[in-house]
Nanobody
Framework: QVQLVESGGGLVQAGGSLRLSCAASGGTFSTYAMAWFRQAPGKEREVVGSRWRNGDTGYIDSVKGRFTISGDNAKNTMYLQMNSLKPEDTAVYYC??????????????WGPGTQVTVSS
C-alpha cells in the first residue's frame, strides 16, 4: 500500500517562502502522476499544480511564477517550492498520486495534509 505524508508547512509572513515535501513509501513516486492540492477555510479543495509521469508540470494561474514542483527520485519525495506567498495562499496543502501517466482524477493515494498560514 502506497502512503504519502506531507511536511514543511508553517507560519510565514506575506512575501515569504516555504518548501513543502511529500514523501512516498510503499512505491516509487517516479512511476506515478502527482499533484498538489489545497483547501482554504470555507472553500472547496482545489488543485495547485501537477506533475505528469514524464516529469512535465503545470500550475493554476494564481500560483504561476510563484510555485514550483520538483522531485528527488533517490529520496522518493516530491516538493512544492512556494515563493512570494500571499494571505490567500493560507490553506491545508495535500499531495496526491495516481497510478498512471496523467495527473487527472481520480487520485489513488492522498497524504493527510500540512497547514500553511500566511500572515499579512
Amino acid at each position: 500500500q502506497v502512503q504519502l505524508v506531507e511536511s514543511g508547512g508553517g507560519l510565514v509572513q506575506a512575501g515569504g517562502s516555504l518548501r513543502l515535501s511529500c514523501a512516498a513509501s510503499g512505491g516509487t513516486f517516479s512511476t506515478y502522476a502527482m499533484a498538489w492540492f489545497r483547501q482554504a477555510p470555507g472553500k472547496e479543495r482545489e488543485v495547485v499544480g501537477s506533475r505528469w509521469r514524464n516529469g512535465d508540470t503545470g500550475y493554476i494561474d494564481s500560483v504561476k511564477g510563484r510555485f514550483t514542483i520538483s522531485g528527488d527520485n533517490a529520496k522518493n519525495t516530491m516538493y512544492l517550492q512556494m515563493n512570494s506567498l500571499k494571505p490567500e495562499d493560507t490553506a491545508v496543502y495535500y499531495c496526491a498520486a495516481r497510478r498512471g501517466p496523467i495527473p487527472i482524477p481520480p487520485y489513488d493515494y492522498w497524504g493527510p495534509g500540512t497547514q500553511v498560514t500566511v500572515s499579512s
